[in-house]
């Protein structure tokens, strides 16, 4: 009888690294994890330490393949799905990272951002990067080390570093310092990368004076990367993409106007806008969704900063709820329409209203209000800002959604799944599968050694739920108003 075959999915996340093993149907048959030690060496600063990252994620692989009795010859492809932008700059022959690797949250290269904005490069960096000037990028934080660390700059120039963000670390480490590559997907978050011409952008680093030999080599999402020796076998790596790219792409958003959208902590939203390339004018960001099967896909990007942590707050601060899904009993004992409205602008409002001023407010309160009408409305709040941020990539991408597919720690709510597809007015769908991110990632892999098309991948995906609009258009629409509304009376309020 033939072996059973197996792809292993890496997923190197912000908070632990995490290793999957799926089996040819695409089903999840292990998971091993290990959490991240988060340092925090000033107010701002985030880092993470490479080594352990490295660490975590081979034990992780070794744990879950000697647990399930598996033969290294049973694996047929390694995928990589990673924390983005976050930058780890090590030395090319030693394999010492220079410096820990720099969190995409960390904050300390702010004003050197302020400057590139001073320097009148906003439109120029929009237009080849697809992207706003942040500090969350790559580029900055590269700069950072170059110039805080003595003689990393001539060192580079020398040859003798190199950079990349963590899929390119552990592909480095994985490959045993043969191959330093990475997908378009992560490139295209580094704020250097030309994400039009698909190359490095030679302006954008003469102005941060980094040396183009320490940057690694832009391939395919699905490629044959390098192998991994494991018990004397070589196994393939064969995908690379970034946690939200690798999301959309197991959420199987292939064709244009398909969106997915993460209920975490905060949001990701993500809209699949094909070949081409569509800048926002509400401060979206465009990138690279993937490259496969000689395509490169595009996407707009919008996030929310509080959803998730919303709910944290009726739980940890108001301490109305016990647990987060108690939100949803609360939310059903409401059965008419809730005149409560809350706006959790609780560090400012991000898209399309771009007020780091706001802070949050409730509206609508009686005499009869409970505590059910503030949990409903927070809940509801999710949704508005969900609206509020389609509405806005719609428009910027000319297209319309039909659908959107979710996923992340809230959307088992079903209350706040059905309000969803209610404002969105598009059908909800929620996926048997909410590893959406480990599941773009082993995807990519098994297309890049050829086990999988893209079909196949569309035929395998199974759907738990899904909400379909059932308010009419004209409450709809009230509903939307009245929000719109309480976000206009949260706006400019600290000075
Ligand atoms: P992250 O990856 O950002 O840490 P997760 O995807 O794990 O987030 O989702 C956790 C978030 O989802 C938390 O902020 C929590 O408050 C929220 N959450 C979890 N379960 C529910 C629920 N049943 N209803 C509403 N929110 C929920």
């Not at 700059?89 to 949250?105: E, L, R």
């Not at 000037?133 to 590269?142: E, N, P, Q």
């Not at 909410?434 to 990519?444: F, S, V």
Request: glycine share 8%.
């Amino acid at each position: 009888m033939q072996k059973k075959e197996y792809i292993i999915a890496l997923d190197q996340g912000t908070t632990s690294s995490r290793t999957a093993i799926l089996d040819k149907e695409g089903k999840i048959v292990a998971m091993s994890q290990k959490e991240l030690t988060q340092i925090f060496p000033q107010p701002g600063w985030v880092e993470h330490d490479p080594i352990e990252i490295l660490e975590a994620q081979i034990a992780t692989l070794k744990e879950v393949i000697s647990e399930q009795s598996i033969n290294a010859s049973q694996i047929v492809s390694i995928g990589i799905t990673n924390q983005r932008e976050t930058t780890v700059i090590w030395d090319k022959s030693t394999g010492k990272p220079i410096y820990n690797a720099i969190v995409w949250q960390d904050k300390r290269t702010v004003d050197k951002c302020n400057d590139l904005n001073k320097n009148g490069l906003a439109e120029y960096i929009k237009k080849t990067t697809g992207l706003v000037i942040d500090s969350y990028f790559s580029a900055t934080k590269i700069h950072w080390i170059l110039n805080n660390i003595k003689g990393a700059q001539d060192r580079a120039e020398k040859g003798d570093l190199l950079f990349g963000t963590i899929d390119t670390w552990l592909l480095w480490n994985l490959t045993d310092g043969k191959v330093h590559a990475t997908d378009y997907s992560n490139a295209s978050r580094t704020m250097l990368y030309n994400i039009e011409e698909l190359e490095w952008d030679t302006k954008l680093l003469n102005e941060l004076n980094i040396p183009e030999n320490i940057l690694p080599e832009v391939k395919p999402s699905s490629f044959l990367y390098g192998h991994y020796s494991y018990e004397g076998v070589q196994l393939p790596i064969s995908g690379i993409a970034g946690d939200q790219q690798a999301a959309l792409f197991g959420q199987a958003c292939f064709t244009k106007g398909e969106a997915k959208n993460t209920y975490g902590t905060g949001c990701f939203m993500l809209l699949n806008t094909g070949e081409d390339i569509e800048y926002s004018d509400n401060g979206l960001l465009t990138t690279i969704a993937w490259g496969v099967e000689d395509k490169v896909y595009y996407a707009l990007e919008g996030s929310v900063f509080v959803a998730g942590s919303a709910i944290q707050w009726l739980r940890d601060g108001l301490e109305v709820i016990k647990t987060a899904s108690d939100s949803e009993f609360f939310a059903n004992k409401i059965k008419g329409e809730n005149p409560v409205y809350v706006v959790p602008a609780f560090a400012g409002l991000g898209a399309p209203y771009w007020d780091m001023n706001a802070r949050g407010a409730v509206f609508g309160l009686t005499r009869d209000t409970g505590k059910e009408h503030l949990i409903k409305a927070t809940l509801d709040s999710l949704a508005y800002r969900v609206k509020d941020v389609l509405s806005v990539m719609q428009k910027d991408s000319k297209t319309k959604l039909t659908s959107l597919k979710v996923d992340g720690g809230a959307c088992v709510n079903n209350t706040l799944m059905q309000f969803q597809a209610d404002i969105l007015n598009v059908i909800v769908q929620r996926p048997e599968i909410i590893e959406t991110t480990l599941m773009g990632a082993a995807y990519l892999a098994g297309i890049g050694v050829g086990i999988w098309n893209l079909e196949d991948i569309e035929n395998n995906r199974k759907l738990s739920s899904e909400f379909s609009p059932s308010i009419t258009e004209e409450k709809r629409l009230n509903l939307y108003k009245k929000w719109q509304k309480a976000v206009e009376r949260t706006k400019d309020w600290i000075d």
